[in-house]
T-cell receptor, first 114, second 116 residues
């Protein structure tokens, strides 16, 4: 079936480095993509989103890139900090009437070493 | 704004008992979604509700699980006759009604159910 998956289950980086977390999706009908951060014992926290009519969107220290041709999504975190250590999920969705239900990938654990 | 409130945070039940998980959405949010997360896995959609209506329950197991979102009060996820395989973290999310530019869900901190 259609699914969202991640290339790397764990990513270890040094504080101050840039981090890149990748995600592949296979549902060509998806038109909305979201990245979430989940810290231990907490619920997922929205980081950044992107619609399918865009290929790049920037936030504070984070950038999401969307390549619809190869159905690939990435999250770039600049100057990674220890507080960025968490599990990161990408999610895809089809927006219908303003509502959507995201399908989550398995997640990538980001470990930032001081 | 208190955010999405879930309670209890931790719930322990013996096999065969009933589990009731509560979710109060953010103020102004009328859409509620329940997800289940097994250890080291992503969140799996269970059910989507609006006030007094179940919109999509395609992710709900056919037996023992039910959900409601009454006109007054929190949304309830109910699991009857729990089994060990029901042990997981259950997350609730809420969102504004349709047509809003900001599509971002807000998640609660979850209820961690342990069946012994």
């Amino acid at each position: 079936g259609e699914s969202v998956g991640l290339h790397l289950p764990t990513l270890s980086v040094q504080e101050g480095d840039n981090s890149i977390i990748n995600c592949a999706y296979s549902n060509s009908a998806s038109d909305y993509f979201i990245w979430y951060k989940q810290e231990s014992g907490k619920g997922p926290q929205f980081i950044i989103d992107i619609r399918s009519n865009m290929d790049k969107r920037q936030g504070q220290r984070v950038t999401v890139l969307l390549n619809k041709t190869v159905k690939h999504l990435s999250l770039q975190i600049a100057a990674t900090q220890p507080g960025d250590s968490a599990v990161y999920f990408c999610a895809e969705a089809e927006v219908s009437g303003g509502s959507y239900i995201p399908t989550f990938g398995r997640g990538t654990s980001l470990i930032v070493h001081p | 704004n208190a955010g999405v409130m879930q309670n209890p945070r931790h719930l322990v039940r013996r096999r065969g008992q009933e589990a009731r998980l509560r979710c109060s959405p953010m103020k102004g949010h009328s859409h509620v979604y329940w997800y289940r997360q097994l250890p080291e896995e992503g969140l799996k959609f269970m059910v989507y509700l609006q006030k007094e209506n179940i919109i999509d329950e395609s992710g709900m197991p056919k037996e023992r699980f039910s959900a409601e979102f009454p006109k007054e009060g929190p949304s309830i996820l109910r699991i009857q006759q729990v089994v060990r395989g029901d042990s997981a973290a259950y997350f609730c999310a809420s969102s504004r009604s349709a047509g809003q530019r900001n599509y971002g869900y807000t998640f609660g901190s979850g209820t961690r159910l342990t069946v012994v």
